[in-house]
């Protein structure tokens, strides 16, 4: 399909997209993941063994992710969805990452689904809501049922199950065009994303710093920062409205 006749974008963004924000990716040698045990601090066992840990590991993540501004990769994004939509056609951005920083770009409607380090969770009444600053298994009480000892963040860890598949399962049901960017490609269902979307009939398009687990499944591989490959990318798209 010709690009000016792409009527949906579908977009996912993985850690690097980030990384030149600041903020480490998973594989990303003497990161903050690097000197952790991803089973101490990135699971519901982990925390449930040692809450502490975890909530200082997501504490420090927060404090990161605070201090990170958007790069030009992000803000290209915000300057494709306002063209794309402006124009009457539609684009959904899906992002792995927790880290807030397509939001503070000026993004909207962005698909969390892994969560978001500014939202707590109670573990026990399973409500949801705003968070800012550090969390302490001691003194923070959930707001919905009041219990004090559950409040965790509203980020899916390694064993649970990601948020809105439904919807992003009906974005790659009706995309013409989907487009991965920074994501190693290692991790579900996120790595099926392509698959998927190919075989709905949509072209692929991965934007990445080297080559993924997943490369083969794509249309087209560019290879580059993020903040280089994206704003091109970016312009192409805009040029064909």
């Known amino acids: 399909m010709s690009a000016s006749k792409l009527q949906h974008i579908v977009i ?32 519901p066992e982990g925390y449930a ?7 200082s590991f ?39 990452n927790v880290d807030g920083l397509h939001e503070a770009a000026g993004a909207s409607d962005v698909v969390h689904m ?17 968070w800012t600053g550090e969390m302490s298994r001691e003194e923070d009480v959930c707001p919905n049922c009041t219990v004090k000892g559950g409040v ?6 390694f064993g649970e199950i990601p948020y809105h598949l439904e919807e992003i399962g009906d974005a790659l049901a009706t995309a013409d065009l989907y487009v991965s960017i920074g994501s ?13 979307a190919r075989h709905n009939g949509a072209r692929t398009l991965e934007l990445n710093l080297e080559r993924s687990e997943i490369t083969p499944l ?7 920062p993020a903040s280089t490959l994206v704003p091109i990318w970016v312009e192409e798209m805009i040029a064909t409205l």
């Open 12 to 43: 996912s963004t993985g850690a690097g997209i980030s990384a030149e924000s600041g903020l480490g990716t998973f594989r990303d040698a003497g990161g903050i993941w690097s000197q952790y045990d991803l089973s101490e601090v990135a699971t």
């Open 49 to 55: 063994k040692n809450p502490d840990l975890v909530l």
């Open 58 to 96: 997501y504490n420090a993540r927060r404090a990161h992710a605070v201090a990170a501004t958007p790069n030009p990769a992000h803000r290209a994004l915000i300057a494709l969805e306002r063209a794309w939509r402006g124009a009457g056609r539609q684009l959904t951005l899906i992002t792995q």
């Open 114 to 130: 892994h969560g978001a380090l500014a939202r707590a969770l109670c573990g026990y009444c399973g409500h949801q809501w705003d």
């Open 152 to 157: 965790r963040p509203d980020v899916v860890w």
């Open 184 to 196: 190693s490609g290692a991790v579900y269902p996120a790595a099926g994303f392509a698959t998927e």
């Open 218 to 224: 794509f249309h087209e591989t560019r290879l580059g």
